[in-house]
């Protein structure tokens, strides 16, 4: 499947946000780096990978073996990165512009679980014991008001203050 101008472009703006997952260093691309690759193009569908400089060969070269060994599509080649794109066999998520559309998963019934029912009574709903949290203070200028903890409930009364004449120092 040959990507066309549109949906490589597609793939380059999904493709900016992503970090490398792979580095290919001075041993270029082993059986084992292409293995790891397989791993992550097939978990991702689209990945980056970082390509060193002491990597023999040229980046094209190893972007085309990378991309002819996994049967992928190679999207970009910027600087050292290559962006790699296969579309998974089972559950795509990427919907390229122009391709044959995504084949919805059978829907189930709104509010129903993968699980079997319980056969258990669901426990009573109790108050949470733990107490509100404190009103925030408005910042230094402001006019807002602070949001009321007992919002229309009346506050507890404060105990009174001890009198300075009675303290004996």
């Known amino acids: 499947m040959a990507l066309d101008g549109k949906q490589r472009r597609f793939l380059r703006a999904l493709g900016h946000p992503l970090a490398p997952v792979l580095q290919i260093g001075r041993g270029g691309a082993t059986p084992a780096v292409v293995r790891e690759v397989e791993r992550a193009v097939a978990h991702h569908e689209l990945i980056k990978v970082r390509v060193g400089r002491e990597a023999p060969g040229e980046l094209d070269e190893i972007g085309a073996a990378l991309a002819g060994a996994l049967g992928a599509e190679l999207a970009q080649v910027l600087g050292r990165t290559l962006l790699l794109y296969r579309r998974r066999a ?5 919907q390229l512009p122009g391709a044959p ?3 919805a998963k059978r829907a189930r019934a709104p509010g129903a679980s993968k ?3 319980s056969t258990r009574a ?3 709903a ?3 014991p733990r107490p509100a949290p404190p009103a925030k203070r408005a910042k230094a200028g402001s006019t807002a008001q602070p949001a009321s903890r007992w919002r229309g409930r009346r506050a507890p009364e404060a105990p009174p203050l001890p009198d300075d004449e009675d303290d004996e120092r």
């Open 122 to 124: 669901a426990a009573p």
């Open 101 to 103: 559309p995504i084949p």
């Open 126 to 128: 109790t108050r949470d």
């Open 90 to 94: 089972r559950d795509p998520v990427i």
């Open 115 to 117: 699980r079997l029912p």
